[in-house]
């Protein structure tokens, strides 16, 4: 069984002979993503335009993640497509967000597009 506690992984044992006293404390993962940043966090871009948003992911004591796992999506694929992660491009004449996921939590971006 594993209880989230504060920040700290509560690990308690369970069977004949564990000691359920005293439960095993586990520091958080070193690279545990806390916080996203998706810049700019306003694009205006014309039909055909594309550009590149950077998501930073930050970790404990705002330390950034290098290589942190996140999901890129777009709310309009009608506005704006994503050509690969990071790049969109402008489709149509509207706006969309641009959202960027990890580990449930989620950073925008939006992209108007004149």
């Avoid at 044992?13 to 998706?38: K, N, T, Y």
């Amino acid at each position: 069984m594993r209880r989230i506690l504060g920040g700290w992984l509560l690990l308690l044992p369970f069977g004949s002979g564990c000691d359920i006293e005293r439960p095993l404390r586990v520091v958080d993962a070193p690279r545990a993503v806390l916080q996203l940043r998706v810049a700019p966090d306003t694009l205006r871009l014309a039909v055909g335009d594309s550009a590149r948003l950077r998501v930073t992911a930050l970790g404990r004591g705002d330390r950034e993640i290098g290589e942190a796992s996140v999901v890129w999506g777009v709310g309009n694929p009608a506005v704006v497509q994503l050509l690969r992660p990071g790049v969109v491009r402008a489709v149509a004449l509207g706006q969309s967000e641009v959202l960027v996921a990890s580990g449930g939590l989620v950073a925008t971006a939006l992209v108007e597009v004149r």
